[in-house]
């Protein structure tokens, strides 16, 4: 199986590299076109901040490649939110695969959330035999409310998306390769899913 | 776990490890057992410390899935963005922010406060909270309430605050001056030193409000299993992954 790990500059993957290959597999880290699209997978990471993460998007075209995807897509973290219609964080526009308009954690609570939360409501194969509710791991300032597309729901102020999927695009605000076992299963689960 | 030369130092008694010393060993047997995180810190005094940190961060990485904290020594920008290449998920600074405070703000800028800790070793003096370098043997002029605020403002995205009055003792931790942080701040606060039993943790998590607890020998030592003291944490009312 041929996984893409989409390059952009947007922080740290070897962790999620080196979680595909606890599962046996290699992440392919590429900016490539052809290369995304001939693989199977395609993984969109993400750390920093989104405007300046969006702006390697469009300045590389890859804004343009991601929404017109047809194999299964994970998004994690600022990925997911990136695939949404736009994000607070520098008002930066998204990729608008998830209809949803990302949010800043008020003052109420500790901003970012750094830590492990449980997500509930788990709706789709991507959760096969996770348990409801499961911990994982989360750091982040910027959340998406509950929409349409929520697969899975976390509290923390409010409960929101921690979880989205719209057809072959899936994407998580935690992290899956730092979530211990449980994280490791939705990896394997999300490898395992054929569109 | 305190790292010298790339090895686990301070007191590591596991008899069911090849090799207690491995830091890469241990951290997969903390991993497995429950631990939330881990902290690396390198107390080697060496020239070659930068590249034997960075190469067992990444032996650490390809092998644990949940996160970690390295510190020790990180000074400028370059050690930063080379631990977190490697696949740290944090850095700690502390002595250097302490010296060039505005490090604090560049390494946020950079890479986002989620990924900076801040380590603060403290200790009273005449009933007032004084910062510390150099594993809390040399005073500084910082009074550590005023300190939290200022590394918060600056872009710190947690304190690991350690009291060195505490540390060692094992008769619980600063309970007083942690409720103290976390009520002056709105970002998460690690308690650390003092551990020695499980009402402890308990007593850290709601006498001194902090949001995550660290201890190093009482894991070492297998005085605490982090299983049974997950288990009575949350029996506590305490909100833990278990």
């Known amino acids: 199986m041929k996984i893409a790990i989409i390059d952009y500059g947007a922080g740290n993957i070897k962790s999620i590299q080196f979680a595909l290959q606890r599962l046996g597999f290699e992440g392919v880290l590429t900016s490539n076109e052809a290369e995304i699209r001939q693989a199977d997978k395609v993984i969109f990471p993400g750390v920093g901040e989104a405007s300046s993460a969006m702006e390697k998007l469009v300045s590389s075209g890859l804004d343009k490649v991601i929404p017109t995807l047809t194999q299964p897509v994970l998004g994690i973290c600022l990925g997911m939110q990136l695939m949404c219609t736009s994000t607070e964080e520098g008002n930066a526009k998204g990729l608008g695969i998830f209809n949803v308009t990302v949010k ?13 939360n449980t997500i509930s409501e788990l709706k789709s194969t991507l959760f096969n035999n996770i348990k409801d509710p499961s911990f994982m791991y989360l750091v982040h300032s910027y959340y998406a409310p509950l929409c349409d597309n929520t697969i899975a729901t976390t509290t923390y102020e409010t409960a929101y998306s921690t979880a989205l999927k719209s057809d072959n695009f899936y994407g998580v605000q935690f992290h899956p390769e730092k979530s211990g076992e449980v994280g490791a299963m939705i990896l394997s689960n999300f490898l395992k899913i054929e569109e | 776990m305190d790292i010298k030369n790339g090895r686990t130092v301070k007191g590591v008694n596991f008899v069911n490890l090849r090799d207690a010393g491995d830091p890469v060993e241990l951290a997969s047997f903390y991993s497995k057992n429950g631990a939330d995180e881990l902290v690396f810190l390198d107390i080697s005094a060496t020239e070659e410390r930068r590249k034997t940190l960075a190469n067992l961060v990444l032996e650490i990485a390809a092998k644990i899935n949940i996160p970690f904290t390295v510190g020790g020594g990180v000074a400028s920008i370059d050690d930063v963005s080379q631990l977190l290449n490697n696949g740290a998920d944090k850095v700690a600074i502390n002595s250097a922010a302490v010296k060039k405070p505005d490090l604090i703000d560049k390494i946020s800028g950079k890479f986002g406060s989620q990924c ?9 003096i005449e009933g007032e909270w004084i910062v510390h370098l150099i594993g809390g043997k040399t005073p500084t002029t910082i009074k550590l309430f005023d300190w939290v605020k200022e590394v918060e403002q600056r872009g710190a995205g947690e304190i690991l605050f350690t009291s060195m009055d505490h540390d ?30 499980m009402q402890h943790f308990e007593d850290a998590f709601i006498k001194g409000k902090a949001d995550a607890a660290l201890a190093a020998s009482v894991f070492h030592f297998k005085e605490i299993e982090i ?10 009312g305490i909100a833990i992954r278990n």
């Open chain 2, 168 to 197: 060692g003792t094992k008769n619980g931790f600063a309970n007083e001056a942690l409720s103290t942080i976390s009520r002056l701040v709105n970002i998460p606060v690690i308690a650390s030193g003092g551990a020695g039993n």
């Open chain 2, 227 to 236: 299983s049974k003291l997950k288990s009575t944490l949350t029996a506590a």
């Open chain 2, 116 to 124: 900076l800790v801040v380590a603060i070793d403290a200790k009273q």
């Open chain 1, 104 to 116: 800043r954690f008020n003052a109420a609570v500790k901003v970012p959330q750094i830590g492990w």
